[in-house]
């Protein structure tokens, strides 16, 4: 069975103090894992798709990276905005309907 | 810009009512899901579709039902609202490799009461 950890549960910064989110995943072959943003009352927004080990995907303050185990969602001197929640979710290679496993997510409150 | 389309934000229903869920899609994607999302719960799949009219039962599909008679639609349906399916409701949709990832629409805030 498929599945994806995500830690810290909750995260805490001051602006400008960066750090990293983790995702932790077991899967039956990867075919992809992903980075969602959700906002408070609102659906997750697609960031980044990675697809194999070593792979980097970079947008405005955010980073992601994979290896064969985990993957780490740096954030480089975040600003209030970023606060949000951070979901990973994974693909195995074998799915139906490129159905997708989510982790429960890290939320990020970040303080000015 | 794409969108996912969900037909209401915020749903109050009477227990026992037989609830509908709508949502459309205008990426032409082949894949559609519904999801609710419970608070220490995350997002749990309820139903799935890769097709028109070909669906696929989640991992929490009991008391639902869904149709998909159109490609850009999907619903879903609540036989006999009961108070634990008190949720906010996530429909998305995909290619049909999901290599791109999923597009939600901005969900519906059920409450049964």
């Known amino acids: 069975e498929d599945q994806v950890t995500q830690s810290p549960e909750a995260l805490r910064l001051q602006e400008g103090e960066s750090s990293s989110l983790n995702c932790s995943y077991t899967?039956?072959?990867?075919?992809?894992l992903f980075w969602y943003r959700q906002d408070p009352g609102k659906g997750p927004e697609f960031l980044f798709t990675?697809?194999?080990a070593g792979e980097e995907k970079e947008k405005e303050r955010l980073k992601a990276t994979l290896t064969k185990k985990e993957s780490f969602l740096h954030i480089t001197a975040p600003k209030p905005e970023d606060s949000a929640t951070y979901l990973c979710?994974?693909?195995?290679?074998?799915?139906?309907?490129?159905?997708?496993?989510f982790g429960d997510g890290t939320t990020l409150t970040v303080k000015p | 810009d794409v969108k996912v389309t969900q037909s209401s934000r915020y749903l109050v229903k009477r227990t026992g009512e037989k609830v509908f869920l709508e949502c459309v899609q205008d990426?032409?994607?082949?894949?559609m899901f519904w999801y609710r999302q419970d608070p220490g719960l995350g997002l749990r799949l309820i139903y799935f579709?890769?097709?028109?009219?070909?669906?696929e039962k989640g991992d929490i599909p009991e008391g639902y039902s869904v149709s998909r008679e159109k490609k850009e639609r999907f619903s879903l349906i609540l036989e006999s609202a009961s108070t634990n399916q008190t949720s906010m409701y996530l429909c998305?949709?995909?290619?049909?490799?999901?290599?791109?990832?999923?597009?939600f629409g901005s969900g519906t805030r059920l409450t049964v009461v």
């Open positions: 998305a949709s995909s290619y049909t490799d999901g290599g791109y990832g999923y597009t």
């Open positions: 899967v039956s072959g990867l075919r992809g």
């Open positions: 990675l697809y194999s």
């Open positions: 979710a994974v693909q195995p290679g074998n799915t139906n309907a490129g159905k997708s496993t």
């Open positions: 990426m032409d994607h082949e894949n």
């Open positions: 579709s890769y097709d028109v009219k070909m669906k």
